[in-house]
């Protein structure tokens, strides 16, 4: 089992730049793909970004790509997401999640964290 708990959102104008980071407990981190995805207000969880156990490969929903960058250290069992450009549609609570493969689908992911809010005022 792995216990996730993210951390770093706030708020931020719109062009400004946040880091989230999610800290994972247990041995297996390494073994697990890991994503990030986000709810914005009335709306359905959605992915933004994954990347695979070994970190070589990674993904991301069309509207981040060029902005966002998903990262992990296997050695200190943390995930990150450096957001950059952020816009008001940004805004949502973030959440940490850990799968046994690369996917973009939410249902996919077997482990959450807690969320962090973000908030990006125009």
Same mark, same amino acid.
């Given at each position: 089992?792995?216990? &996730?708990?993210e *951390?770093?959102?706030g708020?931020?104008?719109?062009?400004? *730049? &946040?880091?989230?980071?999610c800290?994972?407990?247990?041995?297996t981190?390494?073994?697990?793909?890991?994503?990030? &995805?986000?709810?914005?207000?009335?709306?359905?969880?959605?992915?933004?970004?994954?990347?695979?156990?070994s970190?070589?490969?990674?993904?991301?929903?069309?509207s981040?790509?060029?902005?966002?960058?998903?990262?992990?250290d296997?050695?200190?069992n943390?995930?990150?997401?450096?957001?950059?450009?952020?816009?008001?549609?940004?805004?949502?609570?973030?959440?940490?999640?850990?799968?046994?493969?690369?996917t973009?689908?939410?249902?996919?992911?077997?482990?959450?964290?807690q969320g962090?809010?973000v908030?990006?005022?125009?």
């Amino acid at each position: 089992q792995v216990q &996730l708990v993210e *951390s770093g959102g706030g708020l931020v104008q719109a062009g400004g *730049s &946040l880091r989230l980071s999610c800290a994972a407990s247990g041995r297996t981190f390494s073994r697990f793909a890991m994503g990030w &995805l986000r709810q914005a207000p009335g709306k359905e969880r959605a992915f933004v970004a994954a990347i695979s156990s070994s970190g070589p490969s990674t993904v991301y929903t069309e509207s981040v790509k060029g902005r966002f960058t998903i990262s992990r250290d296997n050695a200190k069992n943390t995930v990150y997401l450096q957001m950059n450009s952020l816009k008001p549609e940004d805004t949502a609570v973030y959440y940490c999640a850990a799968s046994n493969g690369l996917t973009m689908t939410p249902g996919g992911y077997t482990y959450w964290g807690q969320g962090t809010q973000v908030t990006v005022s125009s």
